[in-house]
């Protein structure tokens, strides 16, 4: 069954002081230490969040990146609740996060996918990325670097 969800641009401000909540978010989605997530936040560049939440308002949905390099956004981290997925969550996310960016006058975005992460290369090239490099770290997942332009 189809989720009705909405979507919310939060702000660098707005996503620090909901950190643990985001952090809470992502621990269920992306499973790894998020217990400093607000200090990862702090002192980003134009930090923004896009927030989809299910119609009870409960958050199910999250796109968050910031300005890595002089007009260049960085698509950092995101996931969608596991019960929520497969309804085009994740592509509107993304496509709220590129329009943003680009109207506030980013020209490109980067965005990296661990390789076993294979929906998500796949929704990065529909998206519009084109395949920028690989990360390659001894004992750690590949990551495939994306980029695409505005």
């Not at 002192?43 to 999250?62: D, M, Q, T, V």
Request: hydrophobic residues 45%; aromatic residues 10%.
């Amino acid at each position: 069954m189809m989720q009705v969800y909405r979507i919310e641009h939060w702000d660098g401000p707005r996503c620090i002081a909901q950190a643990d909540n985001l952090a809470a978010f992502l621990d269920v989605v992306l499973p790894d230490d998020w217990s400093n997530f607000a200090e990862k936040l702090a002192g980003r560049r134009s930090l923004s969040a896009h927030i989809a939440f299910n119609g009870e308002g409960r958050l199910i949905g999250l796109k968050l990146g910031y300005e890595r390099n002089r007009g260049v956004f960085y698509s950092w981290i995101g996931g969608v609740a596991p019960e929520a997925r497969g309804q085009g969550i994740a592509a509107a996310l993304m496509a709220a996060q590129h329009t943003w960016a680009k109207k506030e006058g980013f020209r490109g975005l980067e965005t990296a996918t661990r390789q076993p992460n294979q929906a998500m290369a796949i929704l990065n090239l529909k998206a519009g990325f084109v395949v920028a490099g690989l990360d390659v770290k001894p004992g750690e997942p590949t990551k495939i670097l994306f980029y695409k332009v505005l």
